[in-house]
């Protein structure tokens, strides 16, 4: 318990997420007002959209009207994100894109195969020209995420050891083009991580690069998600991707259940506070962007906290009745 | 770690928990069909109904004929709830039911008193009457329930220490009328627990008790659920009960939003089997239960992995498929 963070990180993906899951267009104005939202609430970066093919994508078209027309915070960043050259080219044109550097691996050559068209290897490769686009754009490089790190819907169980050979390719890649990582983002792209694999992978990792900062974006496919953060928080993880109200899947009937959505950012947040790991988020203005975010979306969120409400008002309540109680 | 069960206990709550939360009466054909396609999963032991007053819950007036219509599998245990004396006879009068002595107490006050009319101590001197009762019908006492002991949506906070504080009560109470309690569960009534103030509740009680088994009975009301079960299990706790989909609530919006379900059965067959920890229960066959319940009950339930599926079918397709595809 000695190592538990004094505070984390959360990088929220909701809005991303979210709109891009749902097979609908949803207005403008109110995707705007659910980052908004998300950004009174003290997260310190929210990834709004991405810039991926509009024909593929449609719900994505607008990428650049949605960040141009957010009101922005000072302090917050605004993020996209980017899965080819012309994707880049488009978020660097936009208007109110903070640009982070992000690579992308993957350790199952089927799951590559079937998003890029092209192999784990060859993916690895094609990241070096990425590395020199950043360079160009005088972006240094900020993470790489490496998906598929716990299972693959295609190849099956994925063993620390086969991801650990990947973070060895993806840093020895990196030293070769003169880039020293700051930070690697273990992905449970499909809901395969459990606690005692999450903690092995992450110990592997960390006892072969020290000085590398180890994220994690997870997604609560099988209800193990809390219980993963936890776990990583006992080794001292201290950063993770999530999506408020659980955004960007619908685990309910009626919807494909491969895509379950990022583990909970609200209900991260109560856990964590709960437990004295401060998150610099205001739990109840998040849970009010839940709320809204359900209301958007049209259709019940796997989000907790947001339909139980936070323990701040029994906590009130009962300090306020507890004297006169006692005196009754 | 290295305190982790080699297997753990699950006792089934889903039944009691289900249909008594839900505001209509369901066919009995599916109650009991939904009981016994829970008793071929493996688990040891369901709680199907309870005895408490056909006119405050109607939904369980026919209890005796639930338990009656069962097809009982051999090895299962089929067990019931009562809160007073006239329930507990009717359950003894009843056809089919597996009669566990359990004793109930409460760390609030209020709690208590708006339960029970009666507060924590009063409670607690009236299960002197129920060891008797007990003791007269020729059964020994299995457990006790600890209600509220993380916390109280009437009192708020209810700390570690007086958490403790009420264990030596019960403790020594059981002493005095010659009982030696077996075991003890922690029960997280509405939701606050979180694995930090867990963990130091369990450390503390298991130091005074050495000998008393320690169960835990929680609720996901907040998101934590699993996160408790696997903080749980890191301190070798192995006995839990539970809700198949998360039976007992709908977190979602339209439902009473404080009473969520107990943790969900399967998310924690899967974790629990996943990280190695036997449960001696077919994860297939319980999503299987899980959908059926969903189907009864006729709107989304909580649980995850019912939505999304065990690991299994991609394992298998990725045994069979991956010879032909290293040749490929």
Partial sequence: MSDLPRQIEIHEEGPREGFQFEKKAYPLADRVRLVEMLAETGLPQIQVASFVSKTKVPQMADSEDWFAAIRRKPGVLYTGLWLNESGFARAQAATGVDMKANLYFYTSDQFSQHNNGRNATEMLEGQRRWISMYRDAGLPIHSAYL???????????????????????????????????PCLYLA??????????????VGMVREAYPELRIGLHLHDTRGSGLANVY??????????????????????????????????????????????????????????????????????????????GSLNKFRRASAGAAPSARTA
Avoid at 156 to 180: D, F, N, Q, Y
Avoid at 269 to 274: I, P, R
Wanted: with cysteine; proline share 3%.
């Fill in 147 to 181: 998906m598929t790190a716990f299972g693959c819907n295609l190849e099956g169980e994925i063993t620390p050891e086969k991801t650990l050979s990947w973070v060895h390719r993806i840093m020895a890649m990196c030293r070769e083009e003169g880039v020293t990582l």
């Fill in 231 to 308: 776990a990583a928080m006992t080794m001292g993880i201290d950063l993770f991707d999530a999506s408020v109200a659980g955004l960007g899947g619908c685990p309910f009937a009626g919807h494909s259940s491969a895509s379950a959505g990022n583990v909970c950012t609200e209900d991260i947040v109560f856990m964590a506070e709960e437990m004295g790991i401060r998150t610099g988020i205001d739990l109840d203005a998040l849970i009010e962007a839940a709320g809204e975010a359900e209301r958007i979306i049209g259709h019940p969120l796997a989000g907790r906290i947001m339909h139980a």
């Fill in 188 to 201: 449970d792209t499909v809901g395969w991580a459990v606690p005692g694999r999450l903690t092995r992978l």
